[in-house]
């Protein structure tokens, strides 16, 4: 049971680049949510999907897009990534919306 | 006001002391309150679910305070092994949005 997996675990970019960070679950939740945790910032919410075909904005949507086109997949795009984008990624599923949430490892991210 | 607030820490405490937490939220109508457990550089972990009537897990004590809009946990005969960081998670119950706070770190000391 692989639950969330994450890739990749480390990326190293450079100001301008796009790069997805892709994000799966074989647990068949409707719920998925990608987070950014930066020190002394906690972890905020970019974006989420309540099922397939469905996203909304989180606290901090900007230079980041989204879709879902299968409950499996939630990939994260940056299509010009900038220097403070520098951060830890987390992929999360939940099989309701109330909080219970099981996380992939983490994808680090630095921008140069 | 932040959506949900934590006290940062460090809170350093004594091998076998009792620590507690509080959390406070700002939309009166959420209805779903958690605690995570995130240790260095790895994924949080659900700690517990914070019920109305308050719960208890082992050492692990959560409650809710409606009126005052917090939540708290407490941690009875600390181990070193609690030592990490404690977020304060809550379903905003509007859009859906869960909204972790930033977070309190706890040192456990030997």
């Known amino acids: 049971n692989a639950g969330v997996t994450q890739t990749p675990k480390f990326q190293v970019l450079k100001t301008g680049q796009s790069m997805t960070l892709q994000c799966a679950q074989d647990m068949n939740h409707e719920y998925m949510s990608w987070y950014r945790q930066d020190p002394g910032m906690g972890l905020r919410l970019i974006h989420y999907s309540v099922g397939a075909g469905i996203t909304d904005q989180g606290e901090v949507p900007n230079g980041y897009n989204v879709s879902r086109s299968t409950t499996e997949d939630f990939p994260l795009r940056l299509l010009s990534a900038a220097p403070s984008q520098t951060s830890v990624y987390f992929c999360a599923s939940s099989a309701d919306r109330r909080g219970v949430l099981t996380f992939g490892a983490g994808s680090r991210l630095t921008v140069l | 006001r932040k959506e949900v607030e934590q006290d940062p820490g460090p809170f350093n405490v004594p091998e076998g002391a009792t620590v507690a937490f509080n959390c406070t939220y700002s939309n009166s109508a959420s209805q779903s309150f958690f605690w995570y457990r995130q240790d260095c550089r790895k994924e949080p972990k659900l700690l517990m679910s914070?019920?109305?009537s308050g719960n208890e897990d082992g050492r692990f004590t959560a409650q809710l305070n409606r009126a005052s809009q917090y939540i708290s946990l407490l941690i009875r005969d600390s181990k070193l092994s609690d030592s990490a960081t404690y977020l304060c998670v809550v379903n905003m119950n509007r859009d859906d949005k869960i909204i972790f706070g930033k977070g309190t770190r706890l040192h456990i000391l030997p």
């Open positions: 914070v019920y109305s």
